[in-house]
């Protein structure tokens, strides 16, 4: 007995002050579902889920009718998230002490593909795009990487819980027609600089379908993006682009560059993409292999380590500098 009594009052230390219910025992799923680290704004970290018939330990109710119950998801971070009650049955101790839960194994890391332009080469396959009209050789465009897109593996996870009309619009081609995006000053400020795709509703395109895979909103996506295209940009590939404007580059160059700015091995994870332009072949994009957790900050070095080796794309190509050549 008192060592139940003092399991309860270490219980009570960990709980927040928000007026939950403590609870003692086992929860046990019978569904796959969202376990939650706040349930005011909907976060889930690692996109985490209940596996049916897995034991949990349980913490908490969230009123004295409680929807949800606080449980611990080990290998998780966080680890204590919340859960629908629907979601399981829940079991009671009673006065002993509870069986102990085997810890689940950490989740892998999710994979991504972060998709960059080198705008001047983008723009020579697209010259009538609004970003593409005026672009100068003093724009931020013209010396360092575009944003395309950051996409959640695999390949056709796209358009999550998405409507049809919004699928349509952007399958479509008509980017404006879609919903405007809920983003901070900064972090718009930020992407219009970074994605001159913007200017034509690129940034709406992505979202709608990609980005709604992503597990945040639309402001977190964006700043994940963000912050991995400043780690890029400061890079010594950036460098080696706008160093090599109207040169030639060729494969094993540019992914050497990786390694030597992102550890041995990055360059495997960059597949190099070119186009023909007449007779010139330029390089338009890198796809680039990431694996990370949403719930740590976004970083390009660890995420390429964590990612898996992929193909090559072209042999090389010109770095094309701005304007039509």
């Keep these: 007995?008192?060592?139940?009594?003092?399991?309860?009052?270490?219980?009570?230390?960990?709980?927040?002050?928000q007026?939950?219910?403590?609870?003692?025992?086992?929860?046990?799923?019978?569904?796959?579902?969202?376990?939650?680290?706040?349930?005011?704004?909907?976060?889930?970290?690692?996109?985490?889920?209940?596996?049916?018939?897995?034991?949990?330990?349980?913490?908490?109710?969230?009123?004295?009718?409680?929807?949800h119950f606080w449980i611990v998801i080990p290998g998780v971070d966080p680890e204590r998230r919340w859960v629908e009650i629907g979601c399981g049955t829940r079991s009671e101790t009673f006065g002993r002490w509870p069986t102990p839960i085997a810890r689940q194994?950490?989740?892998?890391?999710?994979q991504y593909v972060l998709?960059?332009?080198?705008?001047?080469?983008?723009?020579?396959?697209?010259?009538?795009?609004?970003?593409?009209?005026?672009?100068?050789?003093?724009?931020?465009?013209?010396?360092?990487?575009s944003l395309h897109g950051l996409w959640p593996q695999p390949i056709g996870n796209t358009y999550c819980e998405v409507s049809d009309a919004d699928r349509w619009a952007a399958e479509d081609g008509r980017w404006r027609d879609l919903p405007r995006l809920d983003l901070a000053r900064d972090t718009a400020r930020d992407l219009e600089r970074v994605m001159p795709g913007t200017r034509s509703?690129?940034?709406?395109?992505?979202?709608?379908?990609?980005?709604?895979?992503?597990?945040?909103?639309?402001?977190?996506?964006?700043?994940?993006?963000?912050?991995?295209?400043?780690?890029?940009?400061?890079?010594?590939?950036?460098?080696?682009?706008?160093?090599?404007?109207g040169g030639e580059l060729s494969a094993h160059q540019i992914r050497s560059a990786f390694d030597r700015s992102f550890g041995p091995g990055a360059g495997e994870r960059v597949e190099i993409g070119c186009e023909a332009d007449g007779r010139r072949t330029i390089i338009?994009?890198?796809?680039?292999?990431?694996?990370?957790?949403?719930?740590?900050?976004?970083?390009?070095?660890?995420?390429?380590?964590?990612?898996?080796?992929?193909?090559?794309?072209?042999?090389?190509?010109?770095?094309?500098p701005v304007g039509l050549q």
């Design 201 to 245: 509703g690129l940034d709406r395109y992505e979202w709608i379908k990609h980005g709604t895979c992503y597990g945040t909103d639309a402001d977190a996506y964006y700043r994940d993006a963000l912050a991995l295209m400043e780690d890029l940009n400061a890079s010594g590939v950036a460098a080696l682009f706008a160093n090599s404007a």
């Design 19 to 67: 007026g939950e219910v403590p609870l003692t025992g086992t929860f046990t799923a019978t569904k796959a579902c969202p376990a939650l680290q706040s349930m005011r704004r909907g976060t889930n970290p690692g996109d985490v889920r209940t596996e049916p018939g897995t034991g949990y330990e349980l913490l908490a109710g969230n009123t004295a009718r409680p929807t």
């Design 284 to 320: 338009t994009e890198l796809t680039i292999a990431l694996a990370g957790d949403m719930a740590q900050p976004a970083d390009l070095t660890s995420w390429l380590k964590a990612a898996q080796p992929g193909q090559r794309g072209c042999r090389g190509g010109i770095v094309d």
């Design 105 to 110: 194994p950490r989740p892998a890391p999710r």
């Design 115 to 145: 998709a960059v332009n080198w705008q001047p080469a983008f723009c020579e396959t697209a010259p009538r795009k609004s970003e593409c009209r005026n672009q100068r050789a003093g724009d931020v465009s013209a010396r360092a990487f």
């Design 1 to 17: 007995m008192r060592r139940l009594l003092i399991l309860l009052a270490l219980a009570l230390l960990c709980l927040p002050a």
